[in-house]
């Protein structure tokens, strides 16, 4: 039972376009959005997150998008630069009153290639 | 350093033998947890400490994992009897713990292979 899912193993992108990940999620429970991105041999590094409240947060070329209703949410990264290559996981933990409170369900990942 | 630290970064052992990984977490997080990424899986929640609440350890996957944090900072995840199943990267983070909706920053990672 996958809760979150990635369904893009990977994307390609010209340098300067815009890079689209997207995301998909089952549980009504979640209440929280977070996307990191990793590097081989490292661990996760967070990027941006959004509460179920709002339905887009933005961090400089970084925008998360939120439809709670279609249980969707995406990233933008505009432009993208080739220092962006990396694998994007998204993840979802839930309010106090389930059972998601606390721990992170991940997605499977998208790895992301940005070409000069 | 600021930032989850992780301990060794790597480890190779041989079926059968006990496996000690640690983690210390950021200052003043008094939220901390445990992951797994098995080769070509997403991450894999495995336990959950919250201050000096009994923790959430529903992802364990049997009773050869446990997990300890002492005074409440450090914490070490400990594998019996590994089986080559084990084999992943291990990670630790750890939040502010406030309660509600908490971003999770996470170390580095132990690659524990075993033979």
């Known amino acids: 039972d996958q809760q979150v899912k990635q369904n893009s193993p990977s994307l390609s992108v010209q340098e300067g376009r815009i890079s689209i990940l997207n995301c998909d999620y089952t549980?009504?429970?979640?209440?929280?959005f977070l996307w990191y991105k990793k590097y081989p041999a490292e661990g996760p590094t967070f990027l941006i997150s959004?509460?179920?409240?709002?339905d887009k947060n933005e961090d400089g070329r970084f925008t998360v998008f939120l439809n709670k209703s279609a249980k969707h949410l995406s990233l933008h990264i505009v432009p993208s630069q080739p220092g962006d290559s990396a694998v994007y996981f998204c993840?979802?933990?839930?309010?106090?009153?389930?059972?998601?409170?606390?721990?992170?369900?991940f997605g499977q990942g998208t790895i992301l290639t940005v070409h000069p | 350093g600021a930032g989850v630290s992780q301990s060794p970064s790597n480890k190779v052992t041989e079926k059968g033998k006990d496996v000690e990984l640690r983690c210390d977490p950021i200052s003043g997080h008094t939220a901390l947890y445990w992951y797994r990424q098995s080769l070509g899986q997403g991450l894999e929640f495995l336990i959950y400490f919250q201050g000096n609440s009994a923790p959430d350890k529903s992802g364990l996957p049997s009773d050869r994992f446990s997990a300890e944090r002492t005074g409440g900072s450090v914490s070490t995840l400990t594998i019996q009897r590994t089986q080559q199943e084990d084999s992943a990267v291990y990670l630790c983070a750890s939040s502010l713990g406030r309660g509600g909706q908490e971003t999770q920053y996470f170390g580095p990672g132990t690659r524990l292979l075993v033979l």
């Open positions: 993840a979802a933990s839930g309010d106090a009153g389930g059972t998601s409170y606390g721990k992170l369900t």
């Open positions: 549980n009504s429970m979640f209440d929280y």
């Open positions: 959004i509460s179920s409240i709002k």
